[in-house]
């Protein structure tokens, strides 16, 4: 199969092609970054389509957090609740990444597969903003984290330690695959896509800034500790969403350079 050749919307049964949504999906997202094209190729249909279709978990996503933060509030005396919340997040988060790679997998076998990027390359592609966001939240967070249990041990602050290393866990299963995948490209427009997908796919599916809330104290989050620990707390949150936002901003921003897409 020549996989230069532009897609065709197909009955999504049919291996190795892409669905008619996983098309239209893939040419809205070309046209976003100053590509125009009506069919684009097999390769960039599979990869950036279900990437794209995959966002329709997101509302399910949202829910799901949405009902275990409900779930929360309504126990306030239950210890640990917000935790569990943030547990919960992590696992949806590794769930949503499995139902994208399942098509990376056919895109692999469709174009083969090159060697991955260098590190620094890679983390370029993912981009320096992301990765500081992600050493604050995480790093900042266990700091956090461990000056609560010292000031005011409770259950609460060691679940909220725990989630934090979950979301760790998670965040670091997702990202490590993101750096050390092997190109999937076939010239220089599907590399140039490449690199870009490995920059969305850190923001789309292991966000860091959503668990810097988990290091919070209890008391910080509402409002009762106005002290050194609450104003350590809220400078930390600004820290984290604030690095995450402006790597967000700058990666929605990148171009595509002008090349074959499909037709």
Same mark, same amino acid.
């Given at each position: 199969?020549?996989?230069?050749? &532009?897609?065709?919307?197909? #009955?999504?049964?049919?291996?190795?092609?892409?669905?008619?949504?996983?098309?239209?999906?893939?040419?809205?997202?070309?046209?976003?970054?100053?590509? $125009?094209?009506? =069919?684009?190729?097999?390769? =960039?249909?599979?990869?950036?389509?279900?990437?794209?279709?995959?966002?329709?978990?997101?509302?399910?996503?949202?829910?799901?957090?949405? *009902?275990?933060?409900?779930?929360? $509030?309504?126990?306030?005396?239950?210890?640990?609740?917000?935790?569990?919340?943030? @547990?919960? *997040?992590?696992?949806?988060?590794?769930?949503?990444?499995?139902?994208?790679?399942?098509?990376?997998?056919?895109?692999?076998?469709?174009?083969?597969?090159?060697? &991955?990027?260098?590190?620094?390359?890679?983390?370029?592609?993912?981009?320096?903003?992301?990765?500081?966001?992600?050493?604050?939240?995480?790093?900042?967070?266990?700091?956090?984290?461990?000056?609560?249990?010292?000031?005011?041990?409770? !259950?609460?602050?060691?679940?909220?330690?725990?989630?934090?290393?979950?979301?760790?866990?998670?965040?670091?299963?997702?990202?490590?695959?993101? +750096? %050390?995948?092997?190109?999937?490209?076939? #010239?220089?427009?599907?590399?140039?896509?490449?690199?870009?997908?490995?920059?969305? #796919?850190?923001? %789309?599916?292991?966000?860091?800034?959503? !668990?810097?809330? @988990?290091?919070?104290? +209890?008391?910080?989050?509402?409002?009762?500790?106005?002290? +050194?620990?609450?104003? $350590? *707390?809220?400078?930390? =949150?600004?820290?984290?969403?604030?690095?995450?936002?402006?790597?967000? =901003?700058?990666?929605?921003?990148?171009?595509?350079? *002008?090349?074959?897409?499909? %037709?």
């Amino acid at each position: 199969m020549d996989v230069h050749e &532009p897609a065709l919307p197909v #009955d999504p049964r049919l291996p190795g092609e892409p669905t008619v949504a996983e098309v239209g999906a893939a040419r809205m997202w070309l046209g976003r970054r100053g590509v $125009s094209v009506w =069919l684009p190729t097999r390769l =960039l249909a599979l990869r950036i389509g279900s990437r794209e279709w995959a966002t329709r978990t997101l509302p399910w996503f949202v829910v799901a957090f949405g *009902a275990a933060t409900a779930a929360s $509030s309504a126990f306030r005396q239950v210890p640990g609740r917000l935790g569990a919340v943030f @547990v919960v *997040a992590a696992v949806l988060q590794v769930v949503r990444w499995r139902e994208v790679h399942r098509r990376e997998d056919v895109a692999e076998r469709l174009a083969g597969t090159g060697a &991955p990027p260098a590190l620094r390359e890679a983390a370029r592609q993912v981009g320096w903003w992301y990765l500081a966001a992600t050493t604050i939240t995480f790093g900042g967070g266990a700091a956090l984290c461990a000056t609560t249990i010292v000031v005011a041990p409770s !259950f609460d602050a060691f679940a909220q330690t725990f989630a934090l290393a979950v979301g760790a866990g998670a965040t670091a299963a997702v990202l490590g695959r993101i +750096l %050390r995948a092997p190109v999937i490209a076939e #010239d220089p427009t599907s590399y140039a896509v490449d690199g870009l997908l490995r920059g969305q #796919d850190a923001y %789309r599916y292991a966000p860091p800034a959503l !668990f810097a809330m @988990v290091a919070m104290p +209890l008391a910080a989050v509402d409002w009762l500790s106005p002290g +050194l620990l609450g104003w $350590s *707390a809220s400078a930390y =949150l600004a820290l984290a969403g604030g690095a995450h936002l402006i790597g967000w =901003l700058v990666a929605r921003r990148r171009k595509l350079p *002008a090349g074959f897409y499909g %037709r």
